[in-house]
């Protein structure tokens, strides 16, 4: 059983600048969320996809976009960058119906 | 949106001593979750609750969803520095597409 991989680890980007951050699901997992963590807070839910389709979205801009593959693999989107979108990132997968969520390591991002 | 407070923000104890971190909502839960964050580390799943007044234990843990689902604890009995880290509540949405996190409770534990 493989876990959820997200890459890459770390990203420093610049103000304006777009960023794609990557997310492999865990097998068998059809449903992934993306959260933003900033430091010493709790992750914020930021949207879930499931079956290829947004299922739920949280108070975040039209900015942060995400993608879902037919393999359950996802991407998460964020254009116009701005400084306090600094955070650690992270996914998490699982399987609609059961308990828990998988997370994986996150993506350190850094805008200057 | 729906909102799970969590108290206290930091705990410092010594190795041996308890310690509890609580939950709290405003409205009734479907479903309470638990996860830890060692420093510098991802959540990780510990446990969920569903049911009016249930408890569970995990070893050294112990878990309890209020009777009237708007609370839930999580107790560890004679801490280990291995317990160090941020312990998250987390509940759904009715839809139960949303999972929301409490701001966590960060234990440090002096050996």
């Known amino acids: 059983e493989t876990g959820v991989t997200q890459s890459p680890t770390h990203l420093i980007k610049t103000r304006g600048q777009q960023v794609t951050l990557r997310c492999s699901s865990q097998s068998g997992h059809n449903t992934v969320s993306w959260y933003q963590q900033a430091l010493g807070q709790g992750p914020q839910f930021i949207f879930q996809y499931y079956r290829e389709e947004e299922n739920g979205r949280g108070n975040f801009p039209p900015r942060f976009s995400g993608l879902q593959f037919p393999n359950y693999s996802s991407e998460l989107n964020v254009n116009a960058l701005e400084l306090d979108d600094s955070a650690l990132y992270l996914c998490?997968?699982?399987?609609?119906?059961?308990?828990?969520?998988?997370f994986g390591s996150g993506t350190r991002l850094t805008v200057v | 949106g729906q909102q799970v407070m969590q108290i206290p923000q930091y705990q410092h104890v010594q190795e041996g001593e308890d310690f509890t971190t609580y939950c709290n909502s405003s409205?009734?839960?479907?479903?309470i979750q638990w996860y830890k964050q060692r420093p510098g580390g991802h959540p990780v799943f510990l446990i969920q609750l569903v049911k009016s007044g249930e408890v569970k234990k995990q070893k050294r843990l112990t878990f309890q969803f209020g009777e009237a689902k708007k609370n839930s604890s999580l107790h560890i009995t004679a801490t280990q520095t291995t317990d160090v880290g941020t312990y998250f509540c987390?509940?759904?949405?009715?839809?139960?597409?949303?999972?929301?996190f409490g701001g966590g409770t960060r234990l440090m534990v002096k050996p």
């Open positions: 998490a997968s699982s399987l609609a119906g059961t308990l828990g969520y998988t």
């Open positions: 987390a509940a759904h949405n009715n839809a139960g597409n949303m999972l929301t």
């Open positions: 409205t009734t839960l479907s479903n």
